[in-house]
């Protein structure tokens, strides 16, 4: 890592390596160096952007150790992994920094994505100032500190489960009659439990949480994914190191989560920074993984003002074939023109859209466009786009709301389904689609946003969010006051 000359305080940024947590970082750095600040990207070997597309930054490589059963895990425990992983080189690497006096004129101040929360942890343990940037809502945060409680009242893991397990390992025999046999015997009971009238805390997925109106026990991140015990471990972990930051940063906007940012302050009493929405300072973005796809830009031109609809699940959900069927067939006979992010292997059992069903295509014709990755800060910002089919992660969520963009909601995990519960029934900016994919429910909800009267109303109101959110990083905004009390706060920190 070279020396940056002539720059002010020397940042190491340490992004969690998925896109929707590279950006908001990659923003955020961007944003700090136009404060004069010089940057460093202290990046894992897995998911990095291409450092030549930012000549401003310098980069540290951080060995992982990420094996490539881990790569596939499931996202929790990959960050278990993580965390385990590069704990100790990114202590080595520090100490080298420290060390080497020469290449430093102070030490340096981390800024680390709540999931990398080692980072934090070997900041304090070698006494560097320490920020955590949250790429989440606040309300998602307030609500993790419940979930102890709610383990201790039986409510969690809730177990609506979709998916009950039915045999374990006992039964691991290659003869065939073995293994039905061994099936047989195992099956019984959890099919038994399956079967049986529930109690009342397991069939609570539609009640409201206490003290959290208007989620429900069906919105909360926890609920039916697959690997709770790491998700609670994360948590555990997470909870346990977060005292130790200097400050933290939020992506989020001051009246989007006014009472989430008040309990959350009440109970830490650090200094905080609320950014929000930090792709409204930076640059349209090239910290994508993926190539942007700009031949889109030229056919959202050829389209009438709010008349297409952009579907995008961001960079890790994906669909099976039924899904895509239904999904195909609801756009194609909703007569809307769309624009359909497809990522290659997102759609499970093929590359890429081999599996959308025959004569789509050319039902659709010049209605549809399909990509593999769009420019979406540019996308959601052009006039012709008047709604989002999103997955709502919370990157989608603000970008949507600062273009004044409305939305159909529908998550695929975790904090997702807390997001589209606020912007349909807090933000009332999207309409929450609940049930298993359907063509004619997919038509119907995409005509809903985009030709009722309903959805005139939604876009009209993401309009009036999108002005306040203009003001708020305008001279004198919140975002614009809090930015500034930022950098003056980092020079202030020791050095
Ligand atoms: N994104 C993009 N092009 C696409 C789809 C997504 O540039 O075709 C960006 C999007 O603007 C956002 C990020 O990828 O900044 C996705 O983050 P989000 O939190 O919405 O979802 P995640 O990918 O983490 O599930």
Not at 103 to 114: A, K
Not at 142 to 157: A, D, F, T
Not at 216 to 229: Q, T, W
């Amino acid at each position: 890592m070279e020396k940056q000359k002539s720059r002010g305080r020397r940042l190491l940024l340490v992004p969690c390596p998925f896109q929707g947590h590279i950006n908001p970082m990659f923003q955020l750095g961007t944003i700090l160096h136009s404060k004069g600040f010089s940057i460093a990207i202290a990046h894992t070997l897995f998911n990095f952007p291409n450092p030549s597309d930012h000549p401003d930054f310098d980069f540290l490589p951080i060995a992982d150790g990420i094996s490539k059963e881990e790569s596939t895990e499931d996202f929790i425990t990959f960050i278990l992994s993580l965390n385990v992983n590069c704990r100790i080189p990114f202590q080595e690497s520090l100490c080298g920094m420290i060390e080497n006096q020469d290449l430093l004129d102070e030490i340096p101040c981390i800024i680390y994505d709540s999931l990398m929360y080692f980072a934090g942890d070997v900041a304090h343990h070698l006494k560097l100032p320490n920020i955590i940037l949250q790429t989440c809502c606040v309300t998602n945060l307030v609500l993790y500190k419940i979930y102890p409680r709610l383990q201790e009242e039986g409510y969690l893991p809730v177990k609506d489960f979709t998916f009950l397990p039915m045999y374990n390992e006992q039964v691991s025999s290659q003869d065939v009659v073995e293994l039905i046999k061994g099936f047989n015997i195992n099956c019984k009971a959890p099919l038994q439990e399956l079967l049986a009238p529930r109690a009342s805390k397991d069939s609570i997925s539609l009640d409201l949480v206490p003290g959290f109106h208007p989620l429900r026990f069906r919105d909360l991140p926890i609920f039916n994914y697959k690997n709770s015990d790491a998700l609670l471990q994360v948590l555990a972990d997470f909870c346990s190191l977060i005292r130790y930051p200097s400050a933290i940063i939020w992506n989020t906007i001051e009246f989007l989560e006014h009472s989430s940012l008040e309990k959350y302050q009440q109970r830490h009493q650090i200094p905080f920074f609320t950014l929000g929405p930090l792709n409204k300072f930076a640059p349209a973005s090239s910290s994508s993984l993926l190539e942007e796809d700009i031949s889109c830009i030229s056919w959202l031109d050829k389209q009438r003002p709010n008349s297409v609809l952009y579907v995008s699940l961001g960079s890790l959900a994906s669909m099976d074939k039924k899904q895509l069927n239904e999904m195909a067939w609801g756009l194609a006979n909703s007569k809307q023109p769309f624009l359909w992010v497809i990522r290659p292997g997102s759609v499970s059992g093929s590359e890429w859209i081999e599996l959308l069903p025959d004569g789509f295509v050319e039902v659709v014709c010049e209605r549809g466009c399909i990509v593999k990755w769009a420019p979406q800060k540019v996308v959601l910002a052009h006039d012709a786009v008047g709604g989002f089919w999103s997955h709502c992660g919370w990157n989608s969520t603000v970008e949507s709301i600062s273009e004044g963009v409305p939305m159909i909601c529908w998550p695929y995990f975790l904090d997702q389904r807390v997001h589209a519960r606020y912007l349909s029934h807090v933000w009332r900016l999207g309409i929450a689609y609940e049930n298993e994919l359907e063509s004619g429910e997919v038509k119907e909800t995409v005509r809903r946003l985009m030709v009722s009267e309903e959805g005139q109303e939604m876009r009209q109101r993401a309009m009036e969010f999108k002005e306040k959110v203009e003001l708020c990083i305008k001279p004198g905004g919140c975002s614009y006051n809090s930015l500034n009390e930022l950098a003056k706060y980092i020079s202030t920190l020791k050095k």
